[in-house]
């Protein structure tokens, strides 16, 4: 695809975060507590900063994390919709740049993040229920 760096895709963010996701940005400096939120639900997600992602440079309209970035971010514009499965994201306005190729294999790994997702925040909710 050919993304115009628009930047809507980093506004008010809702992306989850995977354990994996999470080790790399503490490994390149960044602090969990910096950047990580948990829903209800125990899902990881990005936390937010004036209406944009905590990794957002408004002014230069880049990620500063960009080689770090999570796995999610990596495969946007490529979304799980409930009605209607893979999809490319209608938010995005490059979407009609994105072949048909990228959506078949980003999906394939779009399907493997959401288990691992899933997966991850199950033991994370078990993990506080015993607590
Ligand atoms: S919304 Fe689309 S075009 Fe805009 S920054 Fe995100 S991926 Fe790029
Ligand atoms: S990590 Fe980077 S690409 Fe992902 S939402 Fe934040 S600023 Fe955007």
Redesign the pocket.
């Known amino acids: 695809m050919r993304?115009?760096?628009?930047?809507?895709?980093c506004e008010n963010t809702e992306m989850p975060l995977s354990k994996a996701d999470i080790k790399r940005l503490e490994k390149a400096g960044f602090h969990r507590e910096d950047f990580v939120q948990y829903d209800s639900r125990g899902y990881a997600r990005l936390q937010n900063r004036e209406g944009y992602c905590v990794f957002y440079d408004k002014k230069r309209r880049r990620c500063r994390v960009y080689k770090y970035r999570p796995l999610g971010c990596r495969i946007?514009?490529i979304i799980f919709s409930e009605d209607e499965g893979i999809i490319v994201d209608d938010?995005?306005?490059?979407k009609d740049t994105v072949s048909k190729s990228e959506v078949k294999k980003k999906g394939m790994l779009l399907v493997r993040l959401l288990r691992k997702l899933d997966e991850e925040a199950e033991s994370r909710l078990l993990r506080t229920e015993q607590r």
């Open positions: 993304c115009s760096h628009c930047g809507k895709c946007y514009p938010l995005c306005p490059m």
